[in-house]
């Protein structure tokens, strides 16, 4: 398994940015696909975006594509995800997961190791 710490949430206005970081430790990071998942209340936990482990393949959730970037750096065993334009819906608790495989998947089924979570507040 791996261990993994997510930091960057915050609170920010409508139309902000905020980047996410997730630092991995463990297994060996650069292996496997990572993803970052969220959470709103009273809602289930939904598919954000996921990148390979060469950072060669990613893929958004229809909701934040264009506005957020998920990139890794296995040299510092890190991922982010940059979320730009924020709205008042990204409101949420975002989690980052780490792969089963190498490949980039929104399945959640197909990762076995998650952080705490981070907040994430746009106030309107």
């Known amino acids: 398994q791996v261990q993994m710490v997510e930091s960057g949430g915050g609170l920010v206005q409508v139309g902000g940015s905020l980047r996410l970081s997730c630092a991995a430790s463990?297994?060996?990071?650069?292996?496997?696909?990572m993803g970052w998942f969220r959470q709103a209340p009273g809602k289930e936990r939904e598919f954000v975006a996921t990148?390979?482990?060469?950072?060669?393949?990613?893929n958004y959730a229809n909701s934040v594509k264009g506005r957020f970037t998920i990139s890794r750096d296995n040299a510092k065993n890190t991922v982010y995800l940059q979320m730009k334009s924020l709205k008042p819906e990204d409101t949420a608790v975002y989690y980052c997961?780490?792969?089963?495989?190498?490949?980039?998947?929104?399945?959640?089924?197909?990762?076995?190791?998650w952080g705490q979570g981070t907040q994430v507040t746009v106030s309107s």
């Open positions: 997961a780490s792969g089963l495989r190498g490949a980039a998947t929104s399945n959640s089924q197909e990762y076995d190791s």
């Open positions: 463990g297994r060996r990071f650069s292996s496997y696909a």
């Open positions: 990148i390979s482990w060469s950072g060669s393949s990613t």
